[in-house]
């Protein structure tokens, strides 16, 4: 089992930046591939980022390509969300997940465990 817990979300205005954070519990989180999904009001979840256990290998969303970074430090048991250049369409529940086996497929049944998200809201 790994239990995921999301911080770091809060309001900010466009063009600004926020830093998430996903802490596992569990002494394999090296062996899990990470990632972050977001789902705005309304809306269906969407695939946002993706990393590999070891860090080697990312993966973006076309939406924030260039904008958002994902990095992992095993040592901390942690998962990483850099926004920068945020929208106002950025505005979302940003969940963490994880899952055992890296692909660059991406859909949410792949993914086995998941935290409770944490709120991000950019202001125009």
């Known amino acids: 089992q790994v239990q995921l817990v999301e911080s770091g979300g809060g309001l900010v205005q466009a063009g600004g930046s926020l830093r998430l954070s996903c802490a596992a519990s569990?002494?394999?989180?090296?062996?899990?591939?990470m990632a972050w999904f977001r789902q705005a009001p309304g809306k269906e979840r969407e695939f946002v980022a993706a990393?590999?256990?070891?860090?080697?290998?990312?993966y973006y969303a076309d939406s924030v390509k260039g904008r958002f970074t994902i990095s992992r430090d095993n040592a901390k048991n942690t998962v990483y969300l850099q926004m920068n250049s945020l929208k106002p369409e950025d505005t979302a529940v940003y969940y963490c997940a994880a899952r055992a086996h890296w692909s660059t497929a991406q859909a949410m049944g792949l993914y086995d465990y998941w935290g409770q998200g944490t709120q991000v809201t950019v202001s125009s």
């Open positions: 569990g002494r394999t989180f090296s062996s899990y591939a």
């Open positions: 990393i590999s256990g070891s860090g080697g290998s990312t």
